[in-house]
């Protein structure tokens, strides 16, 4: 006999867990019972919503599916953020609730959350067991689900009263994997006539490029086709960012030949990308005189928002390889090369102050293998225009949701999936202060997380929009009674030092990279510094402003 | 645009609720629902009058077709004149 805790474990390790990571509590107090007995390693966050940021991380640095695990009620619903960030960014994760018994359930018990319901737009799939032998059923059908096709997020809700009743242990439920198909041949001749009569056709490369394991598909198409290419920035690294057929990130925040580029193409070849509105600017005038040939293992992305002239559904590996080389393109290939020297970012700013994107360069010049993790502002998009990836599991970033607070934990779980891995956190003082607890996991497991933290003494975006588009209306943008982040950081167990001038970076970038075990650089930069080139809101991708001179 | 959407669904914790947010969170509002139970498969069927100003009921049946309790979905148009999403969900 097995009770419905001990078989919920026995799942996790059938499925091949090895790292999960919660907090316990009442509701899930027996599944805590059955990990001391496990081989399962869990590791014990400082709050619920770094379990789930986590096992995100984790699932986003090794392509397996993370697993966090919270108690009923607050614990519940201190993963709803992360479920959302998973759900958004559609990355694979089982997370776990313990939930009052079944016969409390609907009467307000103490810590009671229909957390089952509060979730459901948010997952890709759900349960709620109430029978302790549909457990090995319902934790097979979760790791499929949140692995399988287009990624995402699968809650599974167990009752006190199922995880502690006792049951002859059933045969484990075992999923057989469905691998995706290929592409309707019909679409891959009309998307094939359209790629051999394009004559500025680019590959604007999403998320899905990392996440169907088609990276290689698409370097080799992107090589033996020569179509230049530009990325989301969940795309980021799907062709290495110094790779000269790689034009930039297009977007609010892009680079500006990209968007260029995409704006006068007359073919788009959207390699798992949605056409997300931070990359398109307004739709309508997106790529306008362009045709669409959408790749994608998600049915429902077809035509969601910019209609598809050919639509192939399925693997991307197969559908890349079915599509056509040995294309003439030289004076497009040309223009295209022409605007990314022209639009070339620039690193002579003017002044004493650290200059951000050149301290972000020579970052990543530093160790090209760095795992970055970023937080969500301003930081974000200076590292996302101005750090260089070879792969896009070596760029974790809270894209469709813009979590702040995401960066620490998700160092955390990419620590975890990869312990030789080097890992750095950028974060800003508005983001870090929404995770900080965190730190005190990074000690408590001593993770070697390198993080930099870009001080502008407010939330920098938000400042900066209302500096543009408010009139210079502040409001409640100010930081500038932020802790002493080294002092923080100290008092958790994580040393640290302060960066104020341009001329210590090089040796502060130095330090921090070679210490041994957890460092924080708290670098100190010009409140009023902003993210250049925008596209402002409602705009089309061909009205970016520039820095504005002093 | 008015629209009829038949959808059957396994008969399990959530399934109706899971479908009917969607099509609300989707941008459409439900104008009429029908269910019914299929004795034999324990399904359900559910016959929902839908509306929408600017949204398409393709994307939707194809957002809907993944949920993994929903069997089936087919569509049947109506061309009947469409009011403003904001008036038909007036609460």
Same mark, same amino acid.
């Given at each position: 006999m097995m009770t419905g805790a001990q078989l919920l474990v026995k799942a996790?390790?059938?499925?091949?867990?090895? $790292?999960?990571?919660?907090?316990?509590?009442?509701a899930i107090m027996p599944v805590y019972d059955a990990l001391v007995d496990?081989?399962?390693?869990?590791?014990?966050?400082?709050?619920?919503?770094?379990?789930?940021?986590?096992?995100?991380?984790?699932?986003?640095?090794?392509?397996?599916?993370?697993?966090?695990?919270? $108690?009923?009620?607050?614990?519940? $619903?201190?993963l709803i953020t992360g479920i959302a960030n998973a759900y958004l960014d559609s990355v694979p994760l089982v997370a776990i609730t313990g939930q009052v018994p079944t016969a409390l359930m609907g009467?307000?018990?103490?810590?009671?959350?229909?957390?089952?319901g509060m979730t459901m737009p948010i997952v890709k799939h759900s349960f709620l067991v109430r029978d302790v032998e549909d457990i090995p059923r319902v934790v097979g059908e979760a790791f499929h689900i949140a692995s399988e096709g287009r990624p995402g997020p699968v809650l599974i809700d167990l009752p006190k009263d199922i995880t502690n009743s006792s049951t002859s242990q059933p045969p484990l439920f075992e999923v057989k994997s469905k691998a995706l198909g290929g592409p309707d041949p019909d679409q891959v001749k009309t998307a094939c006539g359209l790629i051999r009569s394009a004559k500025q056709p680019v590959l604007y490369a999403g998320?899905?490029?990392?996440?169907?394991?088609?990276?290689?598909?698409?370097?080799?198409?992107?090589?033996?086709s020569g179509i230049p290419v530009v990325a989301t920035l969940k795309g980021l690294g799907a062709l290495p960012t110094r790779d000269p057929a790689f034009i930039g990130m297009l977007g609010m925040h892009g680079n500006q030949a990209a968007n260029e580029v995409v704006q006068a193409a007359d073919l788009l070849i959207c390699v798992g990308a949605r056409f997300d509105d931070r990359a398109t600017g307004k739709l309508d005038g997106f790529a306008p005189r362009a045709k669409v040939v959408h790749l994608d293992a998600d049915p429902a992305e077809i035509s969601k928002l910019r209609h598809a002239d050919a639509a192939l559904l399925g693997d991307l590996s197969q559908s890349l390889a079915s599509l056509p080389t040995g294309l003439s393109l030289e004076p497009w290939q040309r223009w295209c090369a022409e605007r990314k020297h022209a639009r070339q970012w620039r690193y002579d700013a003017p002044g004493e102050g650290i200059y951000v994107p050149d301290m972000l360069r020579q970052v990543s010049l530093a160790d090209p293998e760095l795992i970055i993790s970023c937080d969500v502002g301003q930081h974000q998009m200076w590292v996302a225009q101005h750090c260089h990836f070879n792969r896009p599991e070596q760029h974790l970033t809270s894209a469709g949701l813009g979590a702040m607070g995401f960066g620490i934990p998700a160092a955390i779980g990419a620590q975890f999936a990869d312990p030789g891995a080097r890992v750095l956190t950028v974060s800003g003082d508005g983001s870090i202060m929404m995770n900080i607890q965190e730190l005190a996991t990074i000690n408590r497991y001593q993770l070697p997380i390198k993080i930099l933290l870009v001080d502008n003494s407010s939330l920098g975006l938000v400042r900066q929009w209302q500096q543009l588009f408010h009139g210079e209306?502040?409001?409640?943008?100010?930081?500038?009674?932020?802790?002493?982040f080294v002092a923080v950081a100290k008092s958790f167990g994580i040393p640290g030092f302060r960066v104020e001038r341009r001329t210590q970076v090089a040796a502060a970038i130095d330090r921090l990279l070679q210490s041994e075990g957890p460092m924080l650089a708290h670098v100190c930069i010009d409140p009023m510094s902003n993210v250049w080139p925008l596209v402002p809101p409602g705009q089309t991708n061909d009205v970016m402003l520039e820095e504005q001179s002093a | 645009m008015n629209h009829t959407m038949k959808l059957t669904i396994r008969r399990v914790e959530g399934a109706m609720i899971r479908a009917l947010g969607l099509i609300e969170r989707r941008g459409f509002a439900v104008t009429s629902i029908n269910a019914s139970e299929n004795q034999p498969s324990h399904e359900l069927e559910l016959i929902i009058g839908l509306r929408s100003a600017d949204r398409s009921i393709d994307v939707l049946a194809r957002q809907i077709e993944k949920l993994f309790d929903v069997c089936s979905v087919s569509l049947q148009q109506q061309n009947e004149p469409a009011i403003r999403l904001e008036e038909s969900m007036a609460c």
């Open positions: 996790l390790e059938q499925e091949g867990v090895e $790292t999960v990571f919660g907090y316990p509590g009442g496990s081989r399962l390693d869990h590791v014990l966050v400082r709050h619920e919503q770094g379990a789930v940021l986590a096992a995100d991380g984790y699932a986003r640095a090794s392509g397996r599916v993370g697993v966090c695990i919270a $108690t009923s009620g607050p614990g519940a $619903t201190n009467t307000d018990a103490f810590q009671e959350v229909d957390i089952f998320g899905g490029v990392g996440i169907g394991r088609a990276v290689d598909a698409f370097r080799d198409y992107a090589k033996a209306r502040y409001s409640e943008v100010d930081l500038s009674d932020n802790p002493d | -």
